[in-house]
């Protein structure tokens, strides 16, 4: 079990450049969950795949947002024309259907300047 | 809708026990979580609660009211490390199992 891991750690960018983050759930885990969070805030839910399939997204994701998962394994999450709004930690979460923990990642902390 | 809270922020001394209340109205209920946060770090598993009552793990202890919406996360022996945010999330009752999580309390623990 290596863990959650999750690609950049840090990332800053311009206004209006595109970013993308990279997610390597637990290699047993079907069950996968993108979320936001600033600072003094909770996480808030962003989006969840099961396998490959994404099957729910939150009003939170704009339609600069898009999140990938193409063969069940990792998954992918990009801004496109990133806004200072867009400044958060995005973690990464992931699950199996047998047990009763998600698991976080460490996060990519984003800031657009 | 959904609302989750928990206090802003608490204080307690090394070696003492506190109580961290966290009371929920959500629309489904599968679970209630707790993770333990720390400052610019991915938040930590610490306990699950489906059923009412107390689950017990070392110093720390998590105890649920479905019927009240209520739940406490107990520290016992605090130690200076235990200066965190504690996060308490529920599990809505679908079939996406996503966590709905609270602000978080954050806990200082002095000497």
């Known amino acids: 079990d290596t863990g959650v891991s999750q690609d950049p750690r840090h990332k800053i960018t311009k206004r209006g450049q595109n970013v993308t983050f990279r997610c390597d759930p637990i290699?047993?885990?079907?069950?996968l969950y993108w979320y936001r969070q600033t600072l003094g805030q909770g996480p808030e839910f962003l989006t969840y795949?099961?396998?490959?399939?994404?099957?729910?997204k939150s009003r939170l994701l704009s339609d600069r947002f898009s999140a990938e998962r193409p063969k069940g394994s990792f998954s992918t999450l990009e801004i496109q024309r990133t806004e200072q709004g867009d400044s958060a930690m995005y973690l990464c979460?992931?699950?199996?259907?047998?047990?009763?923990?998600?698991?976080f990642g460490e996060g990519s902390w984003l800031t657009v300047v | 809708g959904q609302n989750i809270d928990q206090p802003t922020e608490m204080t307690a001394t090394e070696g003492a026990i506190v109580q961290i209340n966290c009371t929920y109205q959500?629309?489904?209920?599968?679970?209630l979580f707790w993770y333990q946060q720390h400052a610019g770090e991915a938040p930590t598993f610490l306990s699950y609660?489906?059923?009412?009552g107390l689950e017990e793990k070392g110093r720390f202890s998590s105890f649920l009211s479905r019927s009240k919406g209520y739940s406490y996360l107990l520290l016992k022996e605090l130690q200076m490390k235990d200066s965190a945010s504690y996060l308490c999330?529920?599990?809505?009752?679908?079939?996406?199992?996503?966590?709905?999580f609270g602000t978080g309390t954050r806990l200082l623990v002095s000497p």
């Open positions: 979460a992931s699950s199996d259907q047998a047990r009763n923990t998600i698991y």
């Open positions: 290699s047993e885990h079907n069950r």
């Open positions: 795949f099961q396998n490959e399939a994404q099957l729910e």
């Open positions: 959500t629309s489904g209920f599968n679970g």
């Open positions: 609660n489906v059923l009412d």
């Open positions: 999330a529920v599990r809505e009752d679908t079939g996406f199992q996503k966590l709905v």
